[in-house]
């Protein structure tokens, strides 16, 4: 523990070294307090459930352009990194730097960046199962953290088609993402507050909006990715979009949430209420111009329904 405006200094982190250091906790707390690391920092090496938290006003700063990992080696598991509390920082300095979370195969690797806390890092890659998490539901405020805005978040799929997570968990009224994400990402979002994304997006996996808001805002984009799920309640917001809102060729939006703003379905997109799983009713509350497939589960208990009657909404 580093604490009440401690300063400490080393060579490199090591947070649970060999395979069965397990457990382990670096806590850097309070105003004043800082950690300052002149080397790589691992956090669990090849151990699993080790943390490292950056909390209330603390700082880390990692120099050099060397890198911060969370779970390092090859079967390392549920390790974590927080960095909570306005004031509180991870800065990188130097050139190269990266947050990395699950270098390997780790499951349940995670970085939380939460309450006005924030990572200034360059670059963030995220292995099989790595998650990076804005804000933190189970806390009692759940604000958004801030990751540098010039930070490209990279899916690494290692030996796994699965390259990692963000997840969004906050409940303020709006916030910008304008970092890009790109490679094969899951993007969720599951906080009651509304996130813009405006960031030039290439990633590939799917985008879940289980609850809040998600938006598209100025250029930002997500025509990568595979799917756009929504589930009930919530809501994909496109009119803040610079041009009119396309669903792809070969995306699938689906679900039974509401998108607000004029869209299009290029030839080869499909809208498709509800889910393999089961029937609901999907809400498109302006304009759809539909160029490609409209996919309506029908079966002897019900069927799905896509809701166009909100304000001036049309099938074109």
Request: proline residues 2%; charged residues 10%; hydrophobic residues 40%.
């Amino acid at each position: 523990t580093i604490p009440d405006g401690a300063k400490f200094t080393s060579a490199r982190g090591r947070i649970g070294v060999a395979a069965g250091a397990e457990g382990n906790t670096a806590l850097v707390t309070g105003a004043g307090s800082s950690w300052t690391v002149n080397g790589t920092v691992r956090v669990g090496d090849q151990g699993d459930a080790n943390q490292l938290a950056i909390v209330d006003g603390a700082t880390m700063t990692v120099t050099g352009g060397n890198n911060v990992w969370v779970g390092y080696g090859d079967g390392a598991d549920s390790n974590f990194l927080s960095v909570t509390g306005s004031g509180s920082k991870l800065e990188f300095t130097g050139i190269g730097g990266e947050l990395v979370v699950s270098a390997t195969n780790g499951l349940g690797n995670r970085v939380v960046i939460a309450e006005s806390g924030s990572v200034a890092v360059n670059s963030v890659q995220l292995g099989p199962a790595g998650v990076l998490q804005i804000g933190d539901s189970s806390h009692g405020n759940p604000a958004a953290g801030f990751l540098r805005a010039t930070a490209t978040i990279t899916g690494n799929s290692g030996t796994s088609a699965y390259g990692g997570l963000v997840a969004f968990q906050h409940a303020d009224p709006s916030i910008t993402f304008a970092n890009r994400m790109t490679g094969p990402l899951d993007v969720l979002h599951e906080g009651t507050g509304r996130t813009a994304l405006t960031g030039s997006n290439s990633y590939t996996g799917k985008t879940s909006v289980v609850s809040g808001t998600l938006a598209g805002a100025g250029a930002g984009s997500i025509a990568s990715s595979g799917t756009i799920a929504l589930s009930s309640g919530a809501t994909f917001d496109v009119t803040g979009l610079a041009g009119p809102y396309l669903l792809a060729g070969g995306q699938l939006l689906e679900g039974a949430g509401t998108v607000l703003g004029n869209t299009t379905v290029a030839v080869g997109g499909t809208i498709s209420p509800g889910t393999a799983a089961g029937m609901a009713t999907l809400f498109l509350d302006n304009d759809v111009n539909l160029l490609g497939t409209l996919s309506i589960g029908v079966s002897n208990t019900g069927n799905d329904v896509f809701d166009v009657s909100g304000g001036t909404g049309s099938l074109l």
